[in-house]
């Protein structure tokens, strides 16, 4: 069996998140399954296309005889392209080809894929990926299993990842699902509403391999805090254990309305928690189900810098609710608060979620060129604005917070803050600020002015769209 190769491939999607640029991790699912699939004696190697920043050659597709393509909805087509450039040169070498997708658009829309690839996983793949290489399953289209016991997954092998070294961001998975059900979010269509998350020794196992160490380990669990007792177990752990690696994690603003487990999470080594603020609006939180409000946000940032932990704002514009006023006070809610540093997606209808659903019943879907489909292209029509009027709306709150005069005024508060601190130290312990919020800052104004270039033909396609309507 060791002569089976397989290569497990994750595609690029487009230059188009900023922070990709100081974040950039693998999805833990080809990761998982790989190991899985070496540990039965496949011949495995992970591509990454987005770590590696090159797309795979045609030397490394010719020899697989296996091509597994992990996608989500905005990298789909380009996963297309490589699966027919697989077959194609296969072909030309007289060998046989298969190809098999999985991820969170072949689980959505397996029917639409049907051309594309031998076999389509919808679903959890880890109870089953081994029958399906062997070849003991060969259904064109394959369901799943939710794994009920996360424990049973292995310590994901990250040797496995071609250009891999870990140094910038690892990332670590504790749980899946989510108990809240957002209109926009496909995570509970995945995953399912119920929540299922590995037990703290397992947590512990895994993290204690990378307790020390450059860079910062992520929890990418989509709430890593749904479970005060159960996290309040890991925290603990990771005190008494030593462990001295900073570390970020994405949380709800409710996790603040414990500040003793947030000042917990501090000296456990948290740096940065990234928070799903959605809007200010308080019509649109409603309109999304996010089951939070404005004051939540404006208590949850005092706690957090209270706490000395790093907030990453992540906003959503474009929810039925909203107008154009809303970029501007958005915009100045961001820098009154003084959130650390603030991601802004327009409202992206993606395959699976009721919120897909709803507009395509109601025609406003603008087409389905799903490498647009990442949060940072409208893709539909607003309701209190045109599709280009939002599209620009994004843009100048990208501006207005990734600007020069706003990295200036950052760097002279956070030397303040740095003075005072170095006062206080003579006599307590004290946690200096960072001034990664302010070179993150200057850096992103140079890539939200990049973004426009490269984007200019979409933004004259909206433009000329919504002059047309």
Request: charged fraction near 20%; include cysteine.
């Amino acid at each position: 069996m060791s002569s089976v190769k397989v290569i497990f491939v994750e595609p690029t999607g487009a230059r188009s998140n900023i922070f990709a640029r100081f974040m950039s991790i693998p999805l833990l699912g080809p990761v998982y399954l790989s190991t899985i699939a070496k540990q039965a004696g496949f011949d495995v190697s992970i591509i990454n296309e987005n770590i590696l920043r090159r797309k795979i050659t045609t030397s490394e597709l010719v020899s697989a005889d296996i091509l597994c393509l992990s996608c989500i909805t905005a990298t789909i087509d380009r996963g297309k392209k490589i699966a027919y450039t697989y077959r194609a040169l296969r072909a030309a070498k007289g060998k046989k080809s298969r190809v098999i997708v999985g991820g969170i658009h072949a689980s959505m829309m397996p029917k639409d894929l049907s051309e594309s690839f031998d076999q389509i996983i919808v679903g959890e793949a880890e109870n089953i990926i081994v029958d399906i290489l062997k070849g003991r399953i060969t259904d064109h289209i394959v369901y799943g299993t939710k794994l009920d016991n996360l424990d049973t997954l292995p310590l994901p092998d990250y040797s496995l990842l071609q250009g891999w070294k870990g140094k910038g961001v690892v990332p670590v998975m504790t749980s899946r699902g989510c108990p809240y059900d957002c209109n926009f979010c496909s995570v509970t269509k995945m995953f399912g509403k119920g929540y299922r998350a590995q037990s703290p020794s397992r947590v512990l196992q895994e993290t204690a391999r990378f307790k020390q160490g450059r860079g910062f380990v992520f929890f990418v669990d989509d709430n890593f805090a749904v479970n005060f007792d159960r996290t309040n177990e890991i925290l603990d752990g990771m005190v008494s254990t030593g462990f001295k690696r900073p570390w970020s994690a994405q949380v709800r603003t409710d996790v603040t309305h414990k500040p003793e487990f947030v000042a917990k999470m501090r000296k456990a080594g948290c740096k940065i928690v990234y928070v799903g603020f959605e809007s200010i609006n308080t019509e649109s939180l409603l309109d999304m189900h996010k089951k939070q409000t404005v004051d939540d946000i404006r208590r949850s940032m005092e706690v957090f810098h209270k706490n000395n932990i790093m907030v990453h704002g992540m906003f959503i514009l474009g929810n039925d609710p909203d107008t154009k006023e809303l970029f501007k006070t958005t915009s100045r809610f961001c820098k009154e608060a003084n959130i650390d540093w603030v991601q802004y997606s327009v409202l992206t209808p993606l395959p699976g979620t009721d919120l897909y659903a709803r507009l395509k019943d109601e025609g406003r879907l603008l087409h389905k060129q799903w490498s647009y489909y990442d949060g940072l292209h409208v893709v539909f029509s607003p309701k209190n604005m045109t599709a280009h009027e939002l599209q620009k709306g994004m843009i100048e709150c990208f501006s207005d917070f990734y600007s020069y005069a706003n990295a200036i005024n950052n760097a002279l508060n956070a030397g303040y803050n740095v003075t005072a601190s170095a006062v206080k130290a003579l006599y307590q312990k004290v946690h200096f600020p960072s001034l990664y919020p302010t070179f993150v800052k200057f850096a992103g104004n140079g890539i939200v002015k990049q973004w426009v270039r490269e984007n200019a033909p979409y933004l004259s396609y909206l433009s000329k769209s919504s002059a047309r309507a």
